[in-house]
């Protein structure tokens, strides 16, 4: 950013005081100025509030045990293979006597 010479801060002061007029520019400072604070204090609070809610969440949150007793979240290929093999079988032996009763009717 280029720095601003005196002529340039007088030309700034000129056309301000043309547009809101000499009796409105203190009390336009003033408000901007009480905006400013009040923009300060509301970001500060919110910087407090968020590191509040971090050490709350980093006290709440529970130790994890090591990583070798944490059972696996889902089970390994092999094992929904043989739960499935097993579901087969006895599907399978359920429609057998069902089928051969059918078979002794019939006859």
Excluded: C, H, Y
Excluded at 3 to 25: S, T
Excluded at 32 to 50: A, I, V
Excluded at 57 to 73: N, R, S
């Amino acid at each position: 950013m280029p720095n601003l010479g005196p002529m340039e801060w007088i030309l700034i002061l000129l056309v301000l005081i043309l547009l809101f007029g000499a009796k409105k520019l203190p009390d336009t400072a003033r408000a901007l100025g009480q905006s400013l604070r009040m923009f300060k204090k509301e970001t500060s609070k919110m910087s407090e509030e968020d590191e509040e809610r971090q050490t709350v969440k980093a006290q709440a949150e529970p130790v994890a045990p090591p990583a070798a007793q944490i059972p696996p979240a889902t089970p390994s290929v092999e094992e929904r293979l043989r739960v499935l093999e097993e579901e087969n079988r006895r599907l399978r032996e359920s429609q057998q006597p069902v089928s051969s009763q059918n078979e002794q009717r019939s006859n």
